[in-house]
């Protein structure tokens, strides 16, 4: 069990939701393919026909989108609390950063995991903690002051070091740079 539970949302409820939020993201992404298309914001009727429905009948799967995916961010938004609190008290980094900054963007996470959830394989709360911890992990390395390490070189370093330490700890030793380099497969020069 997790230490941040969330609101209670029933598992039919989440599902649902997530349902109607693809749906509506669906009929957005059409509207942008239009756009695209015809080099201007379609109009309704032309939207609505893109579709295959009436002008109400859109209108009415994406408010519900809307709604549905609104409603699934407000009922995990503890997720975004307990992961931004966390950084900042384990992370030298997250001292420089404030809490409100770190919430904002983990929050974007969020909101992503949101309109891309598909119910089924797991619940929702653990399929948003993955988008709301790389969304602040990135957030951090966009907001720290003084930082111009791209997000793609720190997770590098780190899978560097937890190589590192891995071999330390098989071959009491420390490892070299060649042992490095073939463990993780890549070039020794990289």
């Given at each position: 069990?997790?230490?941040?539970?969330?609101?209670?949302?029933?598992?039919?409820?989440?599902?649902?939701?997530a349902k109607f939020s693809q749906t509506g993201k669906?009929?957005?992404?059409?509207?942008?393919?239009?756009?695209?298309?015809?080099?201007?914001q379609p109009t309704d009727s032309e939207w609505s026909s893109a579709c295959k429905m009436n002008i109400e009948e859109l209108h009415t799967y994406v408010d519900l989108g809307i709604q549905a995916r609104?409603?699934?961010?407000?009922?995990?938004?503890?997720?975004?609390?307990?992961?931004?609190?966390?950084?900042?008290?384990?992370?030298?980094?997250?001292?420089?950063v404030s809490y409100y900054e770190l919430v904002a963007e983990g929050l974007i996470g969020l909101t992503k995991a949101a309109e891309c959830y598909q119910p089924g394989?797991?619940?929702?709360?653990?399929?948003?903690?993955?988008?709301v911890r790389s969304q602040l992990y990135k957030g951090l390395t966009k907001l720290r002051a003084g930082s111009h390490t791209?997000?793609?070189?720190?997770m590098m370093n780190a899978k560097l070091q937890k190589a590192q330490n891995?071999?330390?700890?098989?071959?009491?030793r420390k490892p070299t740079d060649e042992e490095l380099s073939s463990f993780l497969k890549m070039k020794l020069d990289t």
């Open positions: 069990m997790s230490s941040y539970p969330s609101v209670f949302i029933l598992q039919e409820e989440e599902n649902t939701a669906r009929l957005q992404v059409k509207r942008k393919e239009l756009n695209k298309t015809l080099g201007r609104n409603r699934l961010v407000q009922h995990n938004i503890r997720i975004v609390d307990h992961w931004a609190r966390r950084l900042i008290q384990n992370s030298k980094a997250g001292k420089d394989r797991v619940r929702f709360y653990t399929h948003a903690e993955i988008y791209p997000h793609s070189t720190m891995y071999l330390t700890y098989t071959l009491k």
